[in-house]
């Protein structure tokens, strides 16, 4: 799987959009973009995911760029409880494969009151 | 409990000692995964079942790593003669079919002491 790279740490306001960069820059065409997040004591739990096109769903949106070399994740109005370390994963999206999510280092969203 | 559930959420062993870990997917997941998490770090893959079938062991660190998944729902990742490296949060995630976003539980902590 490609590897994705992500700041180490970014601070949000409450209330703010949170506007999480992701680089793959070797994302290759058959693989997808996943991001989930972990909070802390927590297991990681899915976000969203995407392949070219932009998602929107109640958590979060995702935008990838056209061509696939980066993406954003969006959480339209964080609140204290989305401080977590958020992962952007790129994965083959093969439904008759169990591929594995490989995670990198994550990027730990604080936000503050 | 419609989510997936590990047990113990923590286990103290002194070093040496065998350990058992579980962990109880969600009905009817296909595809079942541990992950090993060291503190500050993001999870790793260490193994992956299909049904009962295990696909995938290349992430195991060493053969006193075993898991199981007899009857293709419960999994048990047992830990031999455990070491104080083996101390981590070990994740185990299921998804409905392979390809799937998977799911994770919240983590059984081990401590070697």
């Known amino acids: 799987d490609a590897k994705t790279t992500q700041p180490t740490s970014m601070d949000c306001a409450e209330g703010r959009a949170a506007n999480l960069p992701c680089n793959h820059s070797t994302i290759s065409g058959n693989e997808y973009v996943y991001w989930y997040r972990q909070i802390h004591s927590q297991g990681p739990q899915y976000i969203i995911h995407?392949?070219?096109n932009n998602e929107t769903n109640e958590m979060a949106s995702l935008i990838i760029t056209e061509d696939r070399k980066s993406s954003t994740l969006i959480l339209p109005h964080a609140t204290l409880r989305d401080t977590a370390v958020y992962y952007c994963?790129?994965?083959?999206?093969?439904?008759?494969?169990?591929?594995?999510?490989?995670f990198g280092g994550g990027t730990r969203l604080m936000v503050k009151p | 409990g419609a989510g997936v559930s590990q047990s113990p959420r923590y286990k103290v062993a002194k070093r040496g000692q065998d350990v058992a870990l579980r962990c109880d997917p969600i009905s009817g997941h296909v595809s079942l995964f541990w992950y090993q998490q060291a503190l500050g770090q993001g999870p790793e893959f260490l193994t992956y079942f299909q049904n009962e079938a295990q696909l995938d062991k290349s992430g195991l660190p060493s053969d006193r790593f075993f898991a199981e998944r007899p009857e293709g729902s419960v999994s048990t990742l047992k830990i031999q003669r455990t070491q104080q490296e083996d101390s981590a949060v070990y994740l185990c995630?299921?998804?409905?079919?392979?390809?799937?976003?998977?799911?994770f539980g919240q983590g059984t902590r081990l401590t070697v002491v």
């Open positions: 995630a299921s998804s409905l079919l392979p390809g799937r976003s998977p799911f």
């Open positions: 995407g392949l070219k």
């Open positions: 994963i790129v994965r083959v999206g093969n439904n008759n494969a169990g591929n594995m999510l490989t």
